[in-house]
């Protein structure tokens, strides 16, 4: 299944994607894909509608607008420096272990939004990556091999960065990461039933029509299942909560000189079998 929403930031509404590619209203049937969805089994309960009633339901109008596939996540948690070339552009070792840093769940907007480049910011960056959305409870959870029946599915998640608030501002990276419209997310989300290897995705990034970032997921350090086994043990994830798991080489701070983004730029991103994102850039 390919979940999606729909409609004006703030009211969306949600949907599926139909066989025929066409996006399809569920709002009669669910209220939304959010936390309570996930955590009561809405998934299986989904599928057994959409296998009995998918014909009943009416096509979204072209004209609305994609907005991310799930409601305000309670987390939206980034996984640092997990690629290898990645950490070696950016001067750093790769991490004995995961590095974690977190995202304001509010930045959280749909895949074709505009982005802000943030007041006092002058070096927004662009990062495109897996995102792994969380399907129910996971405390202290006993082994990665434990981790699947967790995962609801997968999603492309653009960690948009100020690399001056980040690195420059002193203290932790949240600052240069949870600047309003720094987390675009989706098309869709694509159940995990449908990803047999989240890691092999090729995952590509271009800016302007040039490519930056032509990666995947195969060279992670650590993987989708790793990770959320990891992040159990220091925290209780929660159906919708999503992890960013960190993005593969090209980043703008890493290039000779370093290139960022501004106001007028254009960032189109696409990830094997989840889709792609355009969004154009605009001075907050």
């Given at each position: 299944?390919?979940?999606?929403r729909f409609?004006?930031a703030?009211?969306?509404?949600?949907?599926?994607?139909?066989?025929?590619?066409?996006?399809?209203?569920?709002?009669?049937?669910?209220?939304?894909?959010?936390r309570?969805?996930?955590?009561?089994?809405g998934?299986a309960?989904?599928?057994?509608?959409?296998?009995?009633?998918?014909?009943?339901?009416?096509?979204?109008?072209?004209?609305e607008?994609?907005?991310a596939?799930?409601?305000?996540?309670?987390?939206?948690?980034?996984?640092?420096l997990?690629?290898?070339?990645?950490?070696?552009?950016?001067?750093m070792?790769?991490?004995?272990?995961?590095?974690?840093?977190?995202?304001?769940?509010?930045?959280?907007v749909g895949?074709?939004?505009?982005?802000?480049?943030?007041?006092?910011?002058?070096?927004?960056?662009w990062?495109v990556?897996l995102?792994?959305?969380?399907?129910?409870?996971?405390?202290?959870?006993?082994?990665?091999?434990?981790?699947a029946?967790?995962?609801?599915?997968?999603?492309?998640?653009?960690d948009?960065s100020?690399r001056?608030?980040q690195?420059?501002?002193?203290?932790?990276?949240?600052?240069?990461?949870?600047?309003?419209?720094?987390?675009?997310l989706g098309?869709?989300?694509?159940?995990?039933?449908?990803?047999?290897?989240p890691?092999?995705l090729g995952?590509?990034?271009d800016?302007?029509?040039?490519?930056?970032?032509?990666?995947?997921?195969?060279?992670?350090?650590?993987?989708?299942?790793?990770?959320?086994?990891?992040?159990?043990?220091f925290?209780?994830?929660?159906?919708?909560?999503?992890?960013?798991?960190?993005t593969?080489?090209?980043?703008g701070?890493?290039?000779k000189?370093p290139?960022?983004l501004?106001?007028?730029?254009?960032?189109?991103?696409?990830?094997?079998?989840?889709?792609?994102?355009r969004?154009?850039?605009?001075?907050?």
């Amino acid at each position: 299944m390919r979940l999606i929403r729909f409609g004006k930031a703030g009211h969306e509404k949600p949907g599926v994607m139909g066989s025929g590619e066409e996006r399809l209203d569920c709002s009669k049937y669910f209220k939304d894909w959010d936390r309570e969805f996930f955590e009561s089994g809405g998934l299986a309960k989904l599928a057994t509608f959409l296998r009995q009633k998918q014909g009943k339901l009416k096509p979204v109008p072209a004209r609305e607008r994609w907005g991310a596939p799930v409601s305000r996540p309670g987390k939206v948690i980034c996984i640092g420096l997990n690629y290898k070339d990645h950490a070696a552009e950016s001067g750093m070792e790769l991490p004995k272990e995961p590095v974690i840093f977190m995202k304001a769940s509010n930045v959280v907007v749909g895949p074709y939004d505009t982005v802000l480049i943030p007041r006092g910011g002058h070096k927004t960056d662009w990062e495109v990556e897996l995102g792994v959305v969380i399907g129910k409870k996971a405390r202290y959870l006993k082994s990665a091999a434990d981790s699947a029946k967790h995962v609801a599915g997968y999603l492309i998640s653009n960690d948009v960065s100020e690399r001056a608030f980040q690195i420059e501002r002193c203290g932790q990276w949240t600052k240069g990461k949870s600047c309003d419209t720094f987390s675009p997310l989706g098309p869709w989300l694509t159940t995990r039933n449908e990803i047999p290897d989240p890691q092999d995705l090729g995952m590509r990034l271009d800016v302007n029509g040039v490519r930056r970032q032509n990666g995947s997921t195969a060279t992670m350090a650590y993987g989708v299942f790793f990770l959320v086994h990891y992040l159990s043990q220091f925290m209780t994830l929660e159906g919708g909560d999503v992890i960013s798991t960190g993005t593969p080489p090209g980043v703008g701070m890493g290039m000779k000189p370093p290139q960022f983004l501004k106001a007028g730029d254009v960032m189109e991103l696409e990830v094997d079998h989840l889709g792609s994102q355009r969004q154009v850039c605009k001075q907050a």
